[in-house]
């Protein structure tokens, strides 16, 4: 175990925000001890996914099984579609005890679950700026037909409700700034969580 615990870091944001490219630069350029949590999920994998590096995929028995089994942070079902993701504890504590910054990219409903667990984790809503740039960016990516694009931004619009629920937001107007903001949100919390572990 590490002399200091590390700290939760949770990143939510509708779907088209940009979170995943976003993280990715945040990844790159923070110079705190930052590890990815991989979720876990019963959907398919895609083409070009890796068990263990994108998700843990897992089938739908197995996903029950731990999930009645309380191995999830929090878990749920996305999109109505029948597909669930969720966090495992186990990645998540050990590298905590490890003195690592642990990033989460979870959706709201996920984020009010984790923090009955972790109260004091530091959470950053990632937001496109409007919903109307949200649908501009989802209609853009042409990934879904429009039933499925009207219950994206049916989600959108109840997370952008939940926003002000959130420490810190950022707007992901540009990745290079946005990243930078991340990165100064974190850095600025690593300076207090260090003066609160030390003597």
């Not at 990844?27 to 843990?56: M, N, V």
């Not at 499925?148 to 107007?173: G, K, M, P, T």
Request: charged share 30%; net charge negative.
């Amino acid at each position: 175990m590490a002399s200091q615990p590390g700290q939760l870091v949770i990143v939510s944001g509708p779907s088209g925000a940009g979170k995943t490219t976003l993280l990715h630069r945040v990844f790159e350029q923070c110079r705190l001890p930052l590890a990815k949590s991989i979720s876990a999920t019963t959907r398919s994998r895609r083409p070009g996914e890796r068990d263990g590096k994108d998700y843990h995929f897992l089938s739908r028995e197995e996903f029950d099984r731990r999930r009645q089994r309380g191995e999830f942070l929090e878990a749920c079902e996305v999109f109505g579609q029948g597909d669930w993701y969720g966090t495992l504890a186990s990645e998540v504590t050990p590298s905590l005890e490890a003195g690592k910054w642990v990033v989460l990219e979870i959706d709201v409903q996920g984020t009010m679950e984790v923090l009955r667990h972790y109260p004091q984790a530091l959470t950053i809503f990632v937001e496109p700026g409007s919903l109307a740039e949200l649908e501009r960016r989802l209609r853009d990516r042409g990934t879904e037909d429009p039933q499925a694009l009207e219950r994206r931004l049916a989600v959108a619009r109840r997370e952008f409700a939940s926003a002000d629920r959130y420490r810190h937001r950022v707007i992901n107007d540009e990745v290079a700034r946005a990243a930078g903001e991340i990165c100064d949100i974190l850095t600025g919390a690593s300076s207090r969580h260090t003066g609160e572990h030390s003597e």
